[in-house]
């Protein structure tokens, strides 16, 4: 039989997803169709459903190119689609990144590029500078996958060392105008981070990027150490003319997708309590405090009166110690199901996306019932949350979230059930 609550946690999921619907996000955002050409442009892991949305909302001829994590792709028919590697970049991915700039080269004035941007495109475009390789960008994104850093370092640095990010693409496509559509997967919904903003200027500097990889003390590879200590290949800066007339529009992003969750929840009876969207630091400690919130409610009926779903989103980063498999969503349960042991609740942590890490699930559930599962298993919690291997606990107990690709991306959804 269905557990009821962990039923009632998967339909907020699909409600938070289907807020960020590519068909529903676009129909509002359309631009005006120009003199000339349209071409379409895009990156992240719901690219392609992007492209295959504004295929049946545009009335008018296009073609383009978007490029999507392999296993993501969509039948389009105008606009090529291409897949890459994720998180990791691969030489698919360096060949899409070289048919994007194909794509908008030799331009005029008359003509519209569409940027789709989401989520993911930062390792799903890699363009190495002149004198680096794939190798380099590789071992960069290596070091700082595993470095613990929250995303807006992390896309500041990439977008040092790259011919395509920090708007150097939308620079490509001058004198066209550019009009960029964004789903946001980012605290903050800043346009200029998703994807490492290949279409969109930031006005972090290079000085600032260096601060930042010794602030967090990244262990930049040496090779990659010696060009970021160049100034070489400057992005270009957003108040430069390049960018005249370009548009930049948010179209989803979590806070709306976490307010469709709350909205189905007291539909249902149940009062919801967005903490917040913007949640960053390392996964088990996010868990940790969600986990010290479910058991103030559970015991005394605040800040919250039951019953309550808790919900929040953001992007939580995950310092590798461990050889383990699982990603931030999943080592964020660990952490929450570690610290509310005994506790009656039920909790869902999922990437929007439908992939978390490296496996095949979004996520996965847990409750207060959790560590004692584990440990009449014969595993140790705080064993598995040591070693990263969050994804193992989870599989061990047959609960892990598996949705598949869902065509979007608009971050982390965590939700937290007290009845």
């Given at each position: 039989m269905q557990d009821p609550d962990r039923n009632f946690l998967a339909r907020l999921f699909r409600a938070a997803v289907t807020a960020a619907d590519p068909e529903a996000a676009l129909r509002a955002h359309l631009p005006a169709r120009p003199k000339g050409r349209t071409v379409v442009i895009g990156a992240g892991k719901g690219a392609a459903q992007l492209a295959a949305a504004f295929e049946r909302?545009?009335?008018g001829p296009l073609s383009g190119v978007v490029v999507t994590r392999h296993g993501f792709g969509a039948a389009c028919r105008l606009i090529r689609v291409m897949e890459a590697a994720h998180p990791v970049p691969d030489a698919a991915g360096l060949a899409a990144a070289e048919a994007l700039f194909a794509a908008v080269a030799g331009l005029t004035a008359d003509d519209l590029?569409?940027?789709l941007v989401c989520g993911g495109g930062s390792a799903l475009l890699p363009a190495p500078p002149g004198g680096m390789t794939l190798t380099d960008e590789q071992a960069l994104n290596r070091a700082l996958l595993s470095s613990g850093a929250p995303i807006s370092v992390m896309n500041a640095v990439r977008k040092q060392m790259s011919r395509i990010k920090g708007g150097r693409l939308a620079a490509a496509c001058h004198p066209a105008r550019v009009v960029s559509l964004i789903v946001s997967d980012v605290p903050g919904d800043d346009p200029a981070q998703v994807a490492s903003g290949p279409t969109v200027p930031d006005a972090v500097t290079r000085d600032q990027a260096r601060a930042m990889i010794a602030a967090w003390r990244i262990d930049l590879p040496p090779r990659v150490a010696a060009w970021m200590a160049q100034d070489d290949g400057l992005a270009p800066r957003p108040d430069d003319p390049l960018f005249s007339g370009h548009e930049v529009r948010v179209i989803a992003s979590a806070r709306l997708s976490l307010e469709a969750a709350a909205a189905l929840a007291q539909a249902q009876g149940v009062a919801a309590a967005i903490l917040s969207d913007v949640i960053e630091g390392e996964a088990r400690d996010v868990g940790r405090v969600h986990a010290a919130i479910a058991r103030e409610v559970a015991l005394r009926d605040r800040p919250f009166a039951r019953p309550v779903v808790l919900l929040s989103g953001g992007e939580t980063t995950v310092t590798l110690r461990g050889k383990g498999r699982g990603g931030?969503?999943?080592?964020?349960?660990?952490?929450?199901a570690a610290a509310a042991d005994g506790v009656p609740?039920?909790?869902?942590?999922?990437d929007t996306d439908g992939i978390d890490g490296s496996e095949d699930n979004?996520?996965?559930f847990a409750d207060g019932t959790t560590a004692a599962r584990?440990?009449?298993a014969g595993l140790d919690p705080a064993a598995l949350l040591a070693a990263n291997d969050a994804w193992g606990a989870f599989d061990r107990l047959g609960d892990l979230f598996v949705t598949g690709p869902t065509g979007t991306n608009v971050n982390d959804f965590r939700a937290i059930l007290l009845r």
């Open positions: 909302l545009w009335d590029v569409v940027a931030r969503n999943s080592e964020f349960l660990l952490a929450l609740f039920a909790g869902l942590a999922a979004a996520g996965a584990l440990r009449a």
